[in-house]
């Protein structure tokens, strides 16, 4: 099992306001400390027009935190592939990967904002068509520069489409195990339905899920780290980000239940002790996962408090679930990430 | 006149970031098609640097201005309010591009965003129906640009903009412009150099970027390309009236000889 961290989303919101160019400083801070305590990558989130300056334009932040690192992956989590043009995309990302050595995750996903598609001229009903496009696009240019390509899909039909495309995939912090669980079970149904190698003769793309963790042994961090989530995931009421009712999954509509479906996204952290998180991560692997995004750039965590407990998950924990490894899946360090992946 | 430098390997950003030019653009690799993916290289050298302005090239007519616009934003503040952007039209005629670099500019002015053109319309109401009274009349780009007015350069003139044109003959040098900037190619014939510059400067030129050699094709120098002759020997050629090239020509301190920069 494998750990990067997410989501950068380079805001500078209403509860936590700072200069705009400060993200971004720390990021390319960041980016050197994580590949030194040993994290495998970094994952970036994008979104338009939106008051917090969420950040528009990924491949650029990209290119700036690899230029800084030599050996942490940057992902996209998710770039929303059909608001772009499709060959000029894919040459920029061609071009970060050819600049990196191939440490490009490029995470692609289908946008669900209205008025992100309305800002750049594009129909949402195109955005299938053109996300389609994109993909074709990224195999031509940055497939061959040494990029990876992932899949955000959300539903059992996305994620075996990504497998049997050969793309692994990143899954939701705020999905239930439940839902985790049947996903990666229906990517690895996808990639044998296409016909590609089974393990252990041939490897499969991984399975990588945000999640929500914090080490810590203090009850009172404890709560102030779930209040962070929570605050957190206020964000997406901002943004209209809902999760569709799935097999015995419920709905997760940020815009008309804030509360419940903060409390639901909430629900899924794992936090406290040592023994906690490893074992809720032990749970998490079995459940189909093969990596983990620590979803812990969120909403009013201070930075320090957030060093520090990467520093201890990177001492306390990685060495213990390191050798956690399901059948043999593809070589590239990290996997990719969900629509918002919130 | 400020002297900065164009550059096709990413290994000399250090260096001439460590000479003190005062502007570094570093080219997109070379293709057959447009090169379209200069904020990629830009941010190679915000991430690399931290004092020398970050030369953006940015091509027209390959993405719609709006994502342009988002990744020059973003790019300045990386670079901490370094960039200088650098338009090229590319296939676009005057009145595309001048809608194009107008369009831009309204992105990072930081106003809600309101444009009716030959080309694009912003917003579009392509989604009014589905947005129904949330259907936004104007558009927030953000982040806006960490600096207050993102200096613009256009790779050629541009009926209708009246930004700065990369003059690539000194006859085209505007003097009276409050910049007027310039592109030549240096050899590493000290001679023929520092003539080139002075002419640039005498000329009018306020900035002049340097194409340099190609690291194998470049002549050696102690303390290397950068520092040991654009730095030591063309900078201080324009920087005031008659220099006294005894100051460039003297011996290095003991300490500094044999440096490779």
């Given at each position: 099992?494998?750990?990067?961290?997410?989501?950068?989303?380079?805001?500078?919101?209403?509860?936590?306001?700072?200069?705009?160019?400060?993200?971004?400083?720390?990021?390319?801070?960041?980016?050197?400390?994580?590949?030194?305590?040993?994290?495998?990558?970094?994952?970036?989130?994008?979104?338009?027009?939106?008051?917090?300056?969420?950040?528009?334009?990924?491949?650029?932040?990209?290119?700036?935190?690899?230029?800084?690192?030599?050996?942490?992956?940057?992902?996209?989590?998710?770039?929303?592939?059909?608001?772009?043009?499709?060959?000029?995309?894919?040459?920029?990302?061609?071009?970060?990967?050819?600049?990196?050595?191939?440490?490009?995750?490029?995470?692609?996903?289908?946008?669900?904002?209205?008025?992100?598609?309305?800002?750049?001229?594009?129909?949402?009903?195109?955005?299938?068509?053109?996300?389609?496009?994109?993909?074709?696009?990224?195999?031509?240019?940055?497939?061959?520069?040494?990029?990876?390509?992932?899949?955000?899909?959300?539903?059992?039909?996305?994620?075996?489409?990504?497998?049997?495309?050969?793309?692994?995939?990143?899954?939701?912090?705020?999905?239930?195990?439940?839902?985790?669980?049947?996903?990666?079970?229906?990517?690895?149904?996808?990639?044998?339905?296409?016909?590609?190698?089974?393990?252990?003769?041939?490897?499969?793309?991984?399975?990588?899920?945000?999640?929500?963790?914090?080490?810590?042994?203090?009850?009172?961090?404890?709560?102030?780290?779930?209040?962070?989530?929570?605050?957190?995931?206020?964000?997406?009421?901002?943004?209209?980000?809902?999760?569709?009712?799935?097999?015995?999954?419920?709905?997760?509509?940020?815009?008309?239940?804030?509360?419940?479906?903060?409390?639901?996204?909430?629900?899924?952290?794992?936090?406290?002790?040592?023994?906690?998180?490893?074992?809720?991560?032990?749970?998490?692997?079995?459940?189909?996962?093969?990596?983990?995004?620590?979803?812990?750039?969120?909403?009013?965590?201070?930075?320090?408090?957030?060093?520090?407990?990467?520093?201890?998950?990177?001492?306390?924990?990685?060495?213990?679930?390191?050798?956690?490894?399901?059948?043999?899946?593809?070589?590239?360090?990290?996997?990719?990430?969900?629509?918002?992946?919130? | 006149?400020?002297?900065?430098?164009?550059?096709?390997?990413?290994?000399?950003?250090?260096?001439?970031?460590?000479?003190?030019?005062?502007?570094?653009?570093?080219?997109?690799?070379?293709?057959?098609?447009?090169?379209?993916?200069?904020?990629?290289?830009?941010?190679?050298?915000?991430?690399?640097?931290?004092?020398?302005?970050?030369?953006?090239?940015?091509?027209?007519?390959?993405?719609?201005?709006?994502?342009?616009?988002?990744?020059?934003?973003?790019?300045?503040?990386?670079?901490?309010?370094?960039?200088?952007?650098?338009?090229?039209?590319?296939?676009?005629?005057?009145?595309?591009?001048?809608?194009?670099?107008?369009?831009?500019?309204?992105?990072?002015?930081?106003?809600?965003?309101?444009?009716t053109g030959a080309r694009w319309t912003v917003p579009s109401g392509i989604m009014a129906e589905a947005l129904g009274p949330a259907a936004p009349k104007t558009l927030a780009v953000t982040p806006c640009p960490a600096q207050v007015d993102l200096p613009v350069w256009t790779s050629r003139a541009v009926d209708g903009s009246d930004a700065p044109v990369l003059a690539e003959r000194i006859e085209e040098v505007d003097a009276r412009a409050?910049?007027?900037?310039?592109?030549?190619?240096?050899?590493?014939?000290?001679?023929?150099?520092?003539?080139?510059?002075?002419?640039?400067?005498?000329?009018?030129?306020?900035?002049?970027?340097?194409?340099?050699?190609?690291?194998?094709?470049?002549?050696?120098?102690?303390?290397?390309?950068?520092?040991?002759?654009?730095?030591?020997?063309?900078?201080?050629?324009?920087?005031?009236?008659?220099?006294?090239?005894?100051?460039?020509?003297?011996?290095?301190?003991?300490?500094?000889?044999?440096?490779?920069?």
């Open positions: 099992m494998r750990f990067g961290v997410g989501l950068y989303c380079l805001q500078s919101t209403a509860s936590t306001p700072r200069h705009p160019s400060v993200p971004y400083r720390e990021l390319l801070e960041d980016a050197p400390s994580l590949e030194a305590w040993g994290y495998d990558g970094l994952w970036l989130s994008e979104h338009h027009f939106f008051y917090d300056g969420y950040c528009p334009a990924l491949l650029p932040v990209a290119a700036a935190a690899l230029a800084v690192t030599t050996r942490l992956r940057v992902g996209t989590g998710m770039m929303l592939l059909p608001l772009q043009e499709p060959a000029r995309v894919a040459r920029l990302a061609a071009d970060v990967a050819a600049r990196s050595g191939g440490r490009l995750d490029v995470g692609v996903g289908l946008g669900y904002r209205d008025v992100e598609f309305d800002g750049k001229g594009i129909r949402r009903q195109d955005r299938v068509a053109r996300h389609r496009d994109g993909l074709v696009e990224l195999e031509r240019w940055a497939v061959p520069a040494g990029a990876t390509v992932w899949n955000g899909s959300a539903t059992s039909k996305g994620v075996a489409r990504a497998a049997a495309r050969g793309q692994g995939v990143l899954l939701s912090g705020a999905n239930p195990l439940s839902l985790v669980t049947d996903l990666a079970a229906a990517h690895r149904q996808g990639w044998e339905d296409a016909g590609r190698p089974v393990p252990p003769s041939g490897a499969r793309p991984r399975v990588s899920a945000l999640r929500n963790v914090w080490l810590t042994d203090s009850p009172s961090e404890r709560l102030a780290v779930l209040d962070w989530q929570r605050a957190s995931y206020v964000l997406y009421a901002g943004l209209g980000w809902s999760v569709a009712e799935q097999g015995s999954t419920e709905a997760m509509d940020f815009r008309t239940n804030l509360d419940k479906a903060v409390a639901q996204a909430v629900d899924t952290s794992i936090v406290g002790p040592a023994e906690v998180v490893l074992d809720g991560l032990r749970e998490v692997h079995e459940s189909g996962v093969d990596d983990v995004v620590l979803r812990v750039i969120v909403e009013g965590a201070p930075r320090d408090a957030v060093h520090r407990m990467l520093q201890r998950f990177a001492a306390e924990v990685m060495p213990e679930l390191a050798p956690l490894e399901h059948s043999p899946s593809s070589s590239p360090l990290m996997p990719s990430a969900a629509e918002v992946t919130p | 006149m400020r002297i900065g430098a164009i550059l096709h390997e990413p290994t000399d950003v250090q260096a001439a970031a460590d000479a003190g030019l005062f502007a570094l653009l570093l080219e997109p690799p070379a293709r057959p098609d447009p090169a379209d993916t200069g904020c990629i290289a830009a941010a190679e050298v915000a991430s690399r640097t931290r004092d020398c302005r970050v030369v953006v090239r940015l091509l027209l007519g390959t993405e719609h201005p709006v994502t342009l616009a988002e990744e020059v934003a973003v790019l300045d503040h990386l670079s901490k309010g370094r960039v200088v952007v650098l338009v090229d039209p590319g296939e676009l005629d005057d009145a595309a591009a001048a809608e194009d670099i107008g369009l831009l500019r309204a992105c990072w002015s930081g106003r809600p965003v309101r444009h409050q910049v007027a900037v310039g592109v030549a190619e240096v050899t590493g014939n000290l001679e023929q150099d520092r003539e080139l510059v002075r002419s640039w400067a005498d000329a009018g030129a306020t900035h002049l970027l340097l194409k340099v050699p190609t690291p194998q094709s470049r002549p050696t120098f102690e303390r290397g390309f950068f520092t040991g002759y654009i730095a030591r020997h063309l900078q201080p050629e324009v920087s005031m009236p008659a220099f006294p090239r005894i100051m460039a020509e003297s011996a290095l301190p003991a300490i500094l000889r044999g440096a490779r920069r």
